[in-house]
Protein backbone atom coordinates (compact mmCIF):
# COMPACT_ATOMS: atom_id res chain seq x y z
CA UNK A 1 0.00 0.00 0.00
CA UNK A 2 1.34 3.38 -0.79
CA UNK A 3 1.32 6.14 1.49
CA UNK A 4 1.64 9.73 -0.12
CA UNK A 5 2.36 12.82 1.98
CA UNK A 6 2.05 16.02 0.54
CA UNK A 7 2.19 19.35 2.33
CA UNK A 8 -0.05 22.79 1.24
CA UNK A 9 1.30 25.88 2.58
CA UNK A 10 3.69 24.00 4.64
CA UNK A 11 7.23 21.90 4.36
CA UNK A 12 6.70 18.17 5.58
CA UNK A 13 9.71 16.83 7.31
CA UNK A 14 11.31 13.46 6.78
CA UNK A 15 10.44 12.63 11.03
CA UNK A 16 6.77 13.18 10.47
CA UNK A 17 6.68 11.06 6.84
CA UNK A 18 7.69 8.14 9.01
CA UNK A 19 5.50 8.74 11.95
CA UNK A 20 2.28 9.04 9.13
CA UNK A 21 3.71 5.44 7.92
CA UNK A 22 4.04 3.92 11.17
CA UNK A 23 0.19 5.27 12.34
CA UNK A 24 -1.11 4.23 9.54
CA UNK A 25 -0.27 0.68 9.38
CA UNK A 26 -3.76 -0.23 11.56
CA UNK A 27 -5.02 0.94 7.90
CA UNK A 28 -4.13 -2.84 6.32
CA UNK A 29 -6.08 -4.77 8.53
CA UNK A 30 -9.24 -2.75 8.08
CA UNK A 31 -8.63 -2.27 4.49
CA UNK A 32 -6.77 -4.96 3.08
CA UNK A 33 -8.28 -3.92 0.10
CA UNK A 34 -6.96 -0.06 0.11
CA UNK A 35 -4.43 0.64 -2.52
CA UNK A 36 -3.07 4.19 -1.77
CA UNK A 37 -3.48 6.77 1.01
CA UNK A 38 -2.87 10.31 0.44
CA UNK A 39 -2.28 12.37 3.44
CA UNK A 40 -2.53 16.11 3.19
CA UNK A 41 -0.50 18.92 5.67
CA UNK A 42 -1.42 22.33 5.34
CA UNK A 43 -0.32 25.29 7.78
CA UNK A 44 -2.88 28.16 8.73
CA UNK A 45 -0.69 31.47 9.23
CA UNK A 46 -3.49 33.37 10.57
CA UNK A 47 -2.41 34.08 14.22
CA UNK A 48 -6.11 34.13 15.12
CA UNK A 49 -6.78 30.29 14.44
CA UNK A 50 -3.22 29.47 16.59
CA UNK A 51 -5.53 26.55 18.16
CA UNK A 52 -6.04 24.84 14.85
CA UNK A 53 -3.45 26.23 12.62
CA UNK A 54 -2.28 22.40 11.64
CA UNK A 55 -4.62 20.70 9.59
CA UNK A 56 -4.47 16.98 8.28
CA UNK A 57 -6.31 15.21 5.68
CA UNK A 58 -6.32 11.54 4.99
CA UNK A 59 -7.83 9.58 2.50
CA UNK A 60 -8.05 6.21 1.80
CA UNK A 61 -8.45 4.74 -2.14
CA UNK A 62 -9.45 1.32 -2.34
CA UNK A 63 -11.70 -0.38 -5.24
CA UNK A 64 -14.92 0.53 -3.14
CA UNK A 65 -15.96 3.86 -2.04
CA UNK A 66 -13.16 6.82 -0.95
CA UNK A 67 -12.63 7.16 2.53
CA UNK A 68 -11.86 10.61 4.10
CA UNK A 69 -11.07 11.65 7.46
CA UNK A 70 -9.71 15.48 8.73
CA UNK A 71 -8.61 17.03 11.98
CA UNK A 72 -6.98 20.43 12.90
CA UNK A 73 -4.69 21.11 15.78
CA UNK A 74 -2.37 23.43 17.13
CA UNK A 75 0.04 20.82 16.43
CA UNK A 76 0.55 18.78 13.45
CA UNK A 77 1.22 15.39 15.35
CA UNK A 78 -1.83 16.19 17.45
CA UNK A 79 -3.75 16.85 14.09
CA UNK A 80 -2.69 13.39 12.89
CA UNK A 81 -4.15 11.85 15.61
CA UNK A 82 -7.21 12.85 15.52
CA UNK A 83 -7.78 12.88 11.56
CA UNK A 84 -6.66 9.21 12.39
CA UNK A 85 -9.04 8.14 14.61
CA UNK A 86 -11.93 9.36 12.50
CA UNK A 87 -10.27 7.63 9.76
CA UNK A 88 -9.76 4.15 11.61
CA UNK A 89 -13.81 4.18 13.41
CA UNK A 90 -14.99 5.08 9.68
CA UNK A 91 -13.62 2.06 8.32
CA UNK A 92 -14.63 0.01 11.04
CA UNK A 93 -18.11 0.77 9.90
CA UNK A 94 -17.34 -0.06 6.56
CA UNK A 95 -15.60 -3.29 7.66
CA UNK A 96 -19.19 -3.80 9.47
CA UNK A 97 -21.13 -2.90 6.73
CA UNK A 98 -19.50 -5.63 4.62
CA UNK A 99 -20.15 -8.96 7.33
CA UNK A 100 -22.22 -11.19 6.87
CA UNK A 101 -22.86 -12.93 9.78
CA UNK A 102 -23.35 -16.80 9.37
CA UNK A 103 -24.51 -15.81 5.59
CA UNK A 104 -27.91 -14.96 6.51
CA UNK A 105 -27.31 -11.45 9.04
CA UNK A 106 -26.80 -8.46 7.97
CA UNK A 107 -26.61 -5.01 9.64
CA UNK A 108 -30.17 -2.97 9.95
CA UNK A 109 -30.38 -0.70 6.68
CA UNK A 110 -30.63 3.27 7.10
CA UNK A 111 -34.20 2.78 4.96
CA UNK A 112 -35.65 -0.42 7.66
CA UNK A 113 -33.85 1.99 10.72
CA UNK A 114 -35.42 5.09 9.95
CA UNK A 115 -39.25 3.44 8.58
CA UNK A 116 -40.92 5.33 11.20
CA UNK A 117 -39.95 8.68 10.05
CA UNK A 118 -42.47 11.00 8.24
CA UNK A 119 -42.45 11.27 4.85
CA UNK A 120 -41.41 15.08 5.40
CA UNK A 121 -38.19 13.76 6.71
CA UNK A 122 -37.01 11.32 4.49
CA UNK A 123 -38.17 12.94 1.54
CA UNK A 124 -38.20 16.79 1.91
CA UNK A 125 -41.57 18.15 1.56
CA UNK A 126 -40.67 21.31 0.32
CA UNK A 127 -42.95 24.17 -1.50
CA UNK A 128 -41.98 24.70 -5.19
CA UNK A 129 -43.43 28.25 -4.84
CA UNK A 130 -40.06 29.04 -2.19
CA UNK A 131 -36.32 29.15 -3.16
CA UNK A 132 -34.53 25.39 -2.55
CA UNK A 133 -32.09 26.99 -0.54
CA UNK A 134 -34.79 29.28 1.61
CA UNK A 135 -36.30 26.03 2.77
CA UNK A 136 -33.37 24.23 2.97
CA UNK A 137 -32.13 27.01 5.79
CA UNK A 138 -35.42 26.40 7.51
CA UNK A 139 -34.98 22.21 8.12
CA UNK A 140 -31.23 23.11 9.49
CA UNK A 141 -31.94 26.32 11.19
CA UNK A 142 -31.70 25.03 15.19
CA UNK A 143 -34.07 28.34 16.03
CA UNK A 144 -37.00 26.56 13.59
CA UNK A 145 -36.16 22.73 13.41
CA UNK A 146 -38.18 20.59 15.71
CA UNK A 147 -36.04 20.07 18.78
CA UNK A 148 -34.21 16.47 18.81
CA UNK A 149 -31.58 15.14 20.97
CA UNK A 150 -27.60 15.96 19.18
CA UNK A 151 -26.37 13.06 19.30
CA UNK A 152 -23.32 12.57 17.32
CA UNK A 153 -20.50 15.00 19.47
CA UNK A 154 -19.48 17.95 18.46
CA UNK A 155 -21.83 18.31 15.13
CA UNK A 156 -23.46 21.27 13.60
CA UNK A 157 -26.27 21.34 11.93
CA UNK A 158 -25.82 22.96 8.54
CA UNK A 159 -27.12 26.57 7.56
CA UNK A 160 -27.77 28.63 5.11
CA UNK A 161 -29.13 31.91 3.26
CA UNK A 162 -31.64 32.25 0.10
CA UNK A 163 -29.67 32.88 -3.25
CA UNK A 164 -30.38 35.76 -5.06
CA UNK A 165 -29.88 34.68 -8.59
CA UNK A 166 -29.45 38.15 -10.49
CA UNK A 167 -26.68 38.96 -7.61
CA UNK A 168 -24.64 36.08 -9.34
CA UNK A 169 -22.47 38.44 -11.34
CA UNK A 170 -21.94 40.64 -8.84
CA UNK A 171 -20.71 38.16 -6.18
CA UNK A 172 -17.34 38.12 -4.71
CA UNK A 173 -17.36 34.69 -3.81
CA UNK A 174 -15.11 32.35 -5.40
CA UNK A 175 -17.16 28.75 -6.41
CA UNK A 176 -14.92 25.81 -6.44
CA UNK A 177 -16.25 23.46 -8.88
CA UNK A 178 -15.49 19.93 -9.26
CA UNK A 179 -16.92 16.99 -11.84
CA UNK A 180 -17.16 13.65 -10.68
CA UNK A 181 -18.33 10.54 -12.16
CA UNK A 182 -22.00 9.24 -11.01
CA UNK A 183 -22.84 5.98 -10.49
CA UNK A 184 -26.66 5.27 -9.44
CA UNK A 185 -26.92 4.21 -6.60
CA UNK A 186 -29.90 3.69 -3.66
CA UNK A 187 -30.59 5.97 -0.76
CA UNK A 188 -28.97 3.69 1.83
CA UNK A 189 -25.90 3.67 -0.07
CA UNK A 190 -25.57 7.61 -0.70
CA UNK A 191 -26.03 7.98 3.22
CA UNK A 192 -22.89 5.23 3.95
CA UNK A 193 -20.60 7.01 1.81
CA UNK A 194 -21.70 10.32 3.13
CA UNK A 195 -20.32 9.35 6.53
CA UNK A 196 -17.36 7.44 4.97
CA UNK A 197 -16.14 10.53 4.10
CA UNK A 198 -17.52 13.10 6.66
CA UNK A 199 -19.95 15.64 4.70
CA UNK A 200 -22.85 16.76 5.63
CA UNK A 201 -24.43 16.41 2.43
CA UNK A 202 -24.05 14.19 -0.51
CA UNK A 203 -24.67 14.38 -4.20
CA UNK A 204 -26.16 11.17 -5.91
CA UNK A 205 -28.28 9.59 -8.88
CA UNK A 206 -30.80 8.08 -7.61
CA UNK A 207 -30.89 4.32 -8.77
CA UNK A 208 -34.84 3.61 -8.01
CA UNK A 209 -36.05 7.41 -9.71
CA UNK A 210 -32.99 7.96 -11.77
CA UNK A 211 -33.06 11.63 -10.42
CA UNK A 212 -30.24 13.72 -9.53
CA UNK A 213 -30.87 13.98 -5.41
CA UNK A 214 -28.58 15.24 -2.73
CA UNK A 215 -28.96 13.69 1.10
CA UNK A 216 -28.33 16.12 3.96
CA UNK A 217 -27.64 15.80 7.27
CA UNK A 218 -30.55 17.61 9.49
CA UNK A 219 -30.17 17.14 13.53
CA UNK A 220 -28.65 14.45 15.27
CA UNK A 221 -29.46 11.49 13.27
CA UNK A 222 -32.33 12.86 11.42
CA UNK A 223 -31.43 13.05 7.18
CA UNK A 224 -33.27 14.77 4.70
CA UNK A 225 -33.14 14.41 0.88
CA UNK A 226 -33.97 15.88 -2.04
CA UNK A 227 -34.93 15.06 -5.51
CA UNK A 228 -34.76 17.46 -8.71
CA UNK A 229 -37.90 16.59 -10.90
CA UNK A 230 -36.27 17.85 -14.12
CA UNK A 231 -38.20 20.30 -17.17
CA UNK A 232 -37.59 22.17 -20.05
CA UNK A 233 -34.34 24.52 -19.74
CA UNK A 234 -35.71 26.77 -22.77
CA UNK A 235 -38.77 28.33 -20.42
CA UNK A 236 -36.86 28.35 -16.90
CA UNK A 237 -34.01 30.84 -19.03
CA UNK A 238 -36.57 32.99 -20.36
CA UNK A 239 -38.13 33.35 -17.28
CA UNK A 240 -34.47 34.73 -15.55
CA UNK A 241 -34.47 31.80 -13.47
CA UNK A 242 -31.86 28.95 -13.57
CA UNK A 243 -32.06 25.88 -15.07
CA UNK A 244 -32.24 23.01 -12.62
CA UNK A 245 -28.67 21.73 -12.40
CA UNK A 246 -28.37 25.34 -11.59
CA UNK A 247 -30.93 25.83 -8.75
CA UNK A 248 -28.72 22.36 -7.27
CA UNK A 249 -25.71 23.93 -7.48
CA UNK A 250 -26.97 26.80 -5.17
CA UNK A 251 -28.48 24.46 -2.35
CA UNK A 252 -25.60 22.58 -2.12
CA UNK A 253 -23.95 25.80 -1.94
CA UNK A 254 -26.33 26.97 0.51
CA UNK A 255 -26.00 23.67 2.99
CA UNK A 256 -22.22 23.53 2.65
CA UNK A 257 -22.58 26.82 3.96
Known amino acids: MEVVVTGRHTDVKERFRRHVEDKLEKVNQLAPRAQRIDVEVSHESNRRQASSCERVEITVR ?4 VVRAEACADDPYAALDLAT ?3 LERLRRARDRRKVHHGRHRPTSVRQATAGLSDEVLTGAFDPARPLA ?3 AAETDPATAAPTPAVMAGSTPPT ?3 VDPSA ?4 PVVIREKTHDATPMTLDQALYEMELVGHDFYLFVDATTGTPSVVYRRRGWDYGVIHLQLQDAAPAEADGHRPAGDALTAVLGAVAR
Not at 168 to 171: G, K, L, Q, W
Open 62 to 65: DKGP
Open 85 to 87: NKL
Open 134 to 136: EQV
Open 160 to 162: ASP
Open 168 to 171: EDAS
